[in-house]
């Protein structure tokens, strides 16, 4: 856990994390935002396999970044979101699967490059064909992983009005 903190630290103290009040509005646009990344990535599907890479893993980080806007975060970084999530994780702010958080940062079970990796060859180079499996694979699990991500935002809503019933106090960071 120190690693995951002491990078939060030092995203903190460059400004790419900020501390601010939980966002409900902001994380619900995320999540929305994360769904229409994963329509755009299927519409991309026959013939534009560049841009279903990078609209999954779009649709994953903006899922993050919903997490971040619920928990009261607001970052201006890849990297710094994705260690975010996993030091929510790790202090137990969260319940969330540290694989789905890997997969992002690395997809093993695809290619040896990361999931953003494979966005920045993709979208910065020239390639356009990627193999089909890997695409079905990648758009599977940004599915499973935004699926994911929205159900963990309504528990936490859920146990945020739970509270509130018992303690008549809304939730503030």
């Not at 893993?57 to 993050?64: G, I, K, Q, T, V």
């Not at 935002?153 to 008549?168: M, P, V, W």
């Amino acid at each position: 856990m120190q690693n995951t903190k002491s990078k939060l630290d030092w995203c903190i103290k460059k400004e790419l994390i900020k501390n601010i009040s939980p966002n409900d509005k902001t994380s619900k646009e995320h999540i929305e935002k994360a769904k229409h990344n994963l329509r755009a990535a299927e519409h991309c599907l026959k013939g534009f396999g560049d841009w279903v890479v990078s609209q999954c893993y779009y649709a994953m980080y903006h899922s993050l970044l919903a997490i971040l806007f619920k928990k009261g975060y607001e970052s201006r970084n890849h990297e710094c979101t994705i260690n975010t999530v996993d030091f929510l994780i790790e202090t137990k702010e969260i319940v969330f699967d540290k694989e789905d958080i890997s997969y992002i940062r690395t997809a093993e079970q695809m290619t040896s490059k990361d999931a953003k990796s494979l966005r920045e060859e993709f979208q910065y180079g020239t390639e356009t064909k990627v193999n089909e499996i890997l695409l079905n694979d990648m758009l599977k699990k940004s599915k499973e992983i935004v699926e994911k991500v929205e159900i963990l935002l309504n528990e936490i809503d859920s146990l945020q009005e739970n509270k509130t019933e018992r303690t008549g106090v809304k939730n503030v960071k």
